[in-house]
């Protein structure tokens, strides 16, 4: 499916309620499935990556039943699990199958995880180096760098992974496959990356150890079915906020936006921008901050974003690249060089794609760099069907001289499947 977005003839006003956060909701089904009794799941996303994840728990045995935003799911112990008859497939879900791996680690059957083209070129080492160091028999394409992956449960030993990265779900894996094991296991990680496992496994019973860098869990501790409540996701409520700050005139406010500390790097740079930006009503929701966030069309400049940052922000980085473009002066974005390995090497997507409609950006080993305020023209865009450089593009036709045609915008629907619909409620516009 393609897309035409015709520059706005009118600013961005009114309310949108932001959907299911991704990353808690895979979470969410995942714990489920491995807990004793029947759980509920309330503001869950019906994203296609999130049903992957259901799809898998269903052949691994698991009953989930699916009332609108409510997710049922009848939980069997965390040794309920049953051998699958075939093939699990994440599409293109990343979390699924590196959170899914580490539960793998731990049974006693064998299974097989694929997925997607973009998929099968994401590195898996990162998560089944450590699995296998815990005793987990797992085969893969290039000593089990690539899919397809083959996973044997093994007699798990809980081990301390000090990650060369900071990856949640790297860190979620390994915790995962720490419940299976024996004694303790437990993650330190250069810098903290966003910590919704370790809160909501607390939700679920399980008592986990959190120190700045580290958290560590004891073998062993049996989950118990709860109900859980999604707070609306941050990453998704990013490319509104910014469609907010770069369309002239505009006022939005986004409800029930998930504030967790691990994911509010987009928040500290709109405000270090000098975005309008307001946060009322915080609140806790189901173990996790939310907030509701006005956001008015802004005067913006250039920053540096590099550092501790960096994993507070990464999925935002196609969002901000199209913010930075309306900033005035130069923002170089650093210490990014995982966005190489995410649904597309991020880097280049983003700069080609961008380049493509007239933003002075460049690219740089480790991020890019981008020249305010740039003009940005109509033109052709690929999605090349990564949900976030699609939803960047669309950002881009709000504000260019001419259409901008987007293409394979279906990949939207990977987090965020009423995007269109709710920009289009913000403009007015049929
Ligand atoms: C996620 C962690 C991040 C993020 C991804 C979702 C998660 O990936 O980019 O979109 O739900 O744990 P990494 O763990 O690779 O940093």
């Not at 093939?87 to 995880?113: E, K, P, W, Y």
């Not at 790097?265 to 173990?287: P, S, Y």
């Given at each position: 499916m393609n897309k035409t977005i015709q520059p706005l003839k009118n600013a961005l006003k009114g309310k949108v309620t932001i959907p299911g956060d991704k990353s808690i909701s895979h979470r969410a089904v995942l714990f489920a499935s491995l807990a004793k009794g029947e759980s509920t799941i309330d503001g869950f996303l019906h994203g296609d990556d999130c049903l992957s994840t259901i799809?898998?728990?269903?052949?691994?045995?698991?009953?989930?039943?699916?009332?609108?935003?409510?997710?049922?799911?009848?939980?069997?112990?965390?040794?309920?699990?049953?051998?699958?008859?075939?093939?699990?497939?994440?599409?293109?879900?990343?979390?699924?199958?590196?959170?899914?791996?580490?539960?793998?680690?731990?049974?006693?059957?064998?299974?097989?995880?694929?997925?997607?083209?973009?998929?099968?070129?994401?590195?898996?080492?990162?998560?089944?180096?450590?699995?296998?160091?815990?005793?987990?028999?797992?085969d893969g394409r290039d000593q089990a760098e690539y899919t397809p992956l083959h996973l044997r449960g093994g007699d798990l030993k809980g081990i301390h992974y000090l990650s060369p990265v900071a990856s949640a779900?790297?860190?979620?894996?390994?915790?995962?496959?720490?419940l299976y094991a024996k004694g303790e296991t437990k993650v330190t990680e250069p810098t903290k990356s966003r910590d919704h496992t370790e809160r909501m496994l607390e939700s679920f019973g399980v008592k986990v150890d959190v120190t700045e860098f580290s958290a560590s869990l004891k073998g062993g501790q049996e989950l118990q079915g709860t109900n859980i409540h999604v707070p609306g996701d941050i990453s998704s409520a990013a490319f509104l906020l910014v469609a907010g700050a770069i369309v002239p005139g505009s006022e939005i406010t986004l409800k029930n936006v998930?504030?967790?500390?691990?994911?509010?790097?987009?928040?500290?740079?709109?405000?270090?921008?000098?975005?309008?930006?307001?946060?009322?009503?915080?609140?806790?929701?189901?173990?996790?901050?939310?907030?509701?966030?006005?956001?008015?069309?802004?005067?913006?400049?250039?920053?540096?974003?590099?550092?501790?940052?960096?994993?507070?922000?990464?999925?935002?980085?196609?969002a901000i690249a199209v913010l930075a473009s309306q900033a005035e002066g130069k923002t170089v974005i650093k210490d990014a060089q995982e966005l190489k390995v995410k649904e597309t090497n991020r880097i280049d997507t983003v700069v080609n794609q961008l380049s493509e409609l007239g933003v002075a950006i460049e690219a740089t080993l480790d991020g890019m760099i981008i020249e305010g305020k740039s003009t940005v023209n109509g033109g052709n865009v690929q999605s090349f069907h990564d949900h976030r450089i699609g939803m960047a593009m669309a950002l881009c036709g709000l504000i260019s001289t001419d259409p901008v045609h987007v293409e394979d915008t279906e990949a939207i629907a990977v987090s965020y499947p009423t995007f269109f619909e709710d920009l289009q409620s913000l403009s007015g516009e049929k």
């Open positions: 799809a898998c728990m269903k052949q691994l045995g698991i009953q989930i039943d699916e009332d609108g935003n409510r997710i049922s799911v009848k939980g069997k112990g965390f040794q309920g699990l049953t051998e699958p008859a075939k093939v699990l497939d994440v599409g293109n879900s990343g979390t699924t199958i590196r959170l899914l791996s580490g539960v793998l680690a731990g049974q006693s059957f064998s299974s097989v995880l694929i997925g997607d083209d973009s998929i099968a070129k994401r590195p898996m080492a990162r998560v089944t180096g450590p699995l296998k160091m815990m005793n987990a028999d797992i779900q790297v860190k979620s894996a390994i915790l995962l496959a720490g998930g504030m967790n500390p691990t994911r509010t790097g987009i928040i500290d740079v709109l405000q270090q921008m000098g975005a309008k930006l307001t946060i009322e009503n915080e609140r806790l929701f189901g173990g996790e901050p939310v907030a509701d966030l006005t956001i008015c069309y802004s005067k913006l400049s250039g920053m540096t974003i590099d550092g501790d940052l960096i994993p507070r922000l990464i999925d935002e980085i196609p």
